[in-house]
């Protein structure tokens, strides 16, 4: 989620000694990378309010300057979605498919959201100071003034990537490396979900499975126009979908030499413990691989043979080299037997502590086989154990397989992970879900924060799970399909599945031309798979906004809830982008971007009187501080993980 393949805004692909740590592979999961606009683009986020002596958008201070000039249409690179190859997926354990409560969306994407703009009109002298013991001061604006630089026109048609991960998906690299003791339990203030204190409050729904609720930033316009942004609020009922479906598992174990000692002992323990966790009807398969594959136990209803099952896993030994091609052929094979309940939820289920070094090793065909295996409603989860495995492999296996991906570094960690994806696997309460957007002529679209328009390949890719999705939910629910046409218009932003009592924002900037009077501005749509009330939901809300008869009317109309959350969103791209620049080794620049964005937030909080505000500039000081000592923080894997994390748990 979010956040597939084609859907995960840009995660870091860095790798620990050789390996990914915790999910640093930052795809925007349906997340945050952006089609390559430039660092002035980024970083414009200036509003119109002529008589606003400041205006504070997307966290960007910036004097008065009157109507911006127009601006250019958006760059073919931008269409082309020029990318820096990137291996999709910050997922551990959350990347999605249809069918199930996880992920959303990856892709390789490019290294050039989040800019931070330039920090103008100092924040007061009081607020200039360390705000505690642990912050550092904040250097002051050299910039005495500004010339507001031009945003880029965004294409508002096409598919977005979306930010969305179930639950406390962005944490779960965090919490890894706590458990691990690479991270002091005392530093979770510092990548806590803050992204939650910046979300609109807003009631499960009683009537419906999930809720849309769009808001403006202002509900009066300055009668010049100008930017102004939209929240679109998601909300899951707390209800949850009827009746379980039947399970058919397939175990894919590496049992190569490297597996050895705990991690193999664990390995078989987790499997053992994941039958014990099946019901009678749900059917099971076992795989191992090492330099060849070998089918240990054949699809079987687990019924009475479940003791027999945990004898042949008990019996699993290690040694050879690693070849997944192999067993992930094997594995789609039992699961597509004829034997296999035609109603039941499939699931392969990847085991590797290393890197394909026999049989097929290109990461895209082997992601392939994931995605040719989900066009006919297999999921593929995969799970990454200790240090030395292939991080953007696994990663774009799940992806590309609709399934969680997991970065395990403790053996003991395999078995609730185990649990805990063959639950989430059952748990949606609504699938392919799609919000789209269609802006009225005249009205610009500016930022998605977070995201970036999907190349045309991702978003071929993204269609496929939607048509698959949508033959499963008739299959598995008997609703009926209604996605056979691939309907144009507007900008989309797709989800396989929503989780139960979860909640999401998208958040738009957009630029609007003068006027009198109301005005139309967009049709917002939702469509969706209701797995609760078992049905086809389509919704359509219009769109409007007033003109106000002056600017201090139209200041008095702001939304403070909506402008919690665009301060909320412009912190987590800043984060999202110092991550990146940290794992390029660019320590120094995210350093400063770091300071700039906590200058920001001192400075809105003052103007705006908004204390959660200095709260965030303290957790971007202590994280700038971090980053510029010497303590086992300031290592760069765990530095960039960590602020990937802050960043995604702000854009939610």
Do not use: W
């Not at 809720?211 to 010049?224: D, F, G, I, M, V």
């Not at 099971?284 to 027999?308: C, E, H, N, W, Y």
């Not at 939702?526 to 106000?548: C, M, S």
Request: with cysteine.
């Amino acid at each position: 989620m979010n956040d597939h393949p084609a859907q995960r805004p840009h995660r870091l692909g860095i790798v620990a000694k050789g390996a990914m740590v915790g999910a640093l592979a930052v795809a925007t999961s349906l997340g945050c990378e952006g089609s390559k606009r430039s660092d002035e683009a980024a970083r414009a986020q200036s509003s119109a309010d002529s008589e606003e002596p400041e205006r504070l958008e997307g966290g960007y201070a910036v004097p008065k300057q009157g109507k911006e000039p127009n601006a250019p249409p958006f760059a073919a690179a931008e269409a082309k979605g020029e990318q820096d190859e990137g291996s999709g997926g910050l997922t551990i354990g959350h990347a999605a498919g249809p069918g199930t409560a996880q992920g959303y969306g990856s892709g390789a994407g490019t290294r050039g959201l989040g800019g931070s703009g330039r920090l103008l009109p100092s924040p007061k002298p009081a607020m200039e100071a360390p705000v505690s013991a642990n912050t550092a001061p904040v250097e002051k604006a050299k910039v005495a003034e500004a010339i507001p630089l031009t945003d880029q026109i965004l294409d508002p048609n096409g598919r977005y990537a979306t930010t969305y991960r179930p639950g406390g998906g962005h944490l779960a690299a965090f919490e890894s490396a706590v458990a691990l003791g690479l991270v002091p339990a005392a530093e979770r203030e510092i990548v806590s979900d803050v992204g939650a204190r910046y979300a609109p409050a807003i009631d499960a729904p009683k009537d419906t499975t999930l809720s849309l609720l769009p808001e403006l930033e202002r509900t009066k316009l300055a009668p010049e126009g100008g930017t102004v942004h939209l929240r679109l609020s998601l909300r899951s009922t707390a209800e949850a979908a009827a009746g379980r479906p039947p399970l058919a598992v397939v175990v894919v174990m590496d049992t190569s030499g490297s597996m050895r000692g705990e991690l193999i002992q664990n390995a078989r323990a987790a499997a053992s413990k994941l039958v014990d966790k099946l019901d009678e009807q749900d059917q099971f398969s076992i795989v191992r691989f090492s330099s060849d594959a070998q089918v240990l136990v054949p699809m079987t209803t687990i019924g009475s043979k479940r003791q027999a099952t945990k004898d042949a896993i008990a019996a699993i030994t290690e040694g050879g080299g690693t070849n997944i091609s192999e067993g992930l052929r094997l594995g789609y094979e039992q699961i597509s037997k004829k034997e296999v309940r035609k109603d039941a939820v499939r699931v392969v289920m990847l085991l590797s502590d290393g890197r394909a070094n026999e049989g097929t090793t290109d990461r895209r065909r082997l992601a392939g086989q994931a995605l040719h295996a989900f066009e006919d409603g297999i999921q593929t989860s995969t799970f990454g154990l200790g240090t030395d495995y292939d991080g953007p492999l696994m990663s774009q296996i799940a992806n590309d397989g609709a399934g969680g991906y997991y970065y395990l570094p403790s053996p003991t960690q395999i078995t609730s992970a185990l649990a805990t994806e063959i639950d989430k696997r059952l748990e949606p309460v609504a699938t392919a879900v799609e919000v789209r957007v269609r802006l009225k002529p005249g009205v610009d679209l500016l930022n998605v924060y977070g995201s970036r328009r999907l190349s045309a390949e991702e978003a071929a890719r993204v269609r496929v799970v939607e048509v698959a999705a949508d033959k499963q939910a008739e299959k598995r629910d008997k609703i009926k399909t209604n996605r056979e046409n691939d309907l144009e218009g507007g900008m989309r932003f797709f989800m396989p599945a929503f989780a139960r009592d979860d909640a999401h924002s998208i958040l738009l900037k957009l630029r609007v031309p003068e006027g009198v009077g109301p005005k139309d501005l967009a049709l917002v749509e939702l469509k969706y798979k209701d797995r609760v009330r078992k049905k086809n939901v389509t919704e359509e809300q219009p769109l409007r906004v007033e003109y106000a008869n002056s600017d201090t009317e139209s200041v008095a109309s702001i939304d403070p809830s909506v402008r919690r959350t665009v301060q909320g969103f412009a912190a987590g791209e800043t984060l999202t982008k110092a991550a990146q620049l940290v794992a390029d080794g660019r320590r120094q620049e995210a350093i400063d971007l770091l300071g700039e964005r906590e200058g920001l937030l001192l400075h809105a909080a003052a103007t705006l009187g908004e204390p959660l505000f200095v709260q965030d500039a303290n957790r971007l000081s202590r994280l700038r501080m971090h980053a510029a000592g010497k303590d086992k923080l300031g290592d760069s894997l765990v530095l960039a993980m960590m602020m990937e994390s802050a960043g995604g748990v702000h854009l939610r």
